[in-house]
Nanobody, 116 residues
Framework: QVRLVESGGGLVQAGGSLRLSCAAS????????MGWYRQAPGKQRELVAA???????VYADSVKGRFTISRDNANNAMYLQMNSLKLEDTAVYYC??????????WGQGTQVTVSS
């Protein structure tokens, strides 16, 4: 059974940094992409950053230059380094893995709260 577990969320002041981690257990075949999404209260879940199995990364315009996504294929892990955090980055952050064979997997989410 596949399970994704996020960690690293918390409360941080504006301008600060956090590093989110996503650990995947179980076997996921034919991974096409891994990514981070977020959902703020009253808003739809949105893509924050994604990275393909070739290492190509895409970012939401709102986080470009501040966030960096990375992956560790050997350990089935993924990370999101978040710098210069803003109040509007407050949300629940979810990791996601897409498989061409078995579909989409989600973690349970980790809360990130940015205070002024």
């Amino acid at each position: 059974q596949v399970r994704l577990v996020e960690s690293g969320g918390g409360l941080v002041q504006a301008g600060g940094s956090l590093r989110l981690s996503c650990a995947a257990s179980g076997s996921i075949r034919l991974i096409t992409a891994m990514g981070w999404y977020r959902q703020a209260p009253g808003k739809q879940r949105e893509l924050v950053a994604a990275i393909t199995n070739r290492g190509s990364a895409v970012y939401a315009d709102s986080v470009k230059g501040r966030f960096t996504i990375s992956r560790d294929n050997a350990n089935n892990a993924m990370y999101l380094q978040m710098n210069s955090l803003k109040l509007e980055d407050t949300a629940v952050y979810y990791c996601n893995i897409d498989s061409a064979l078995t579909g989409r997997y989600w973690g349970q989410g980790t809360q990130v709260t940015v205070s002024s």
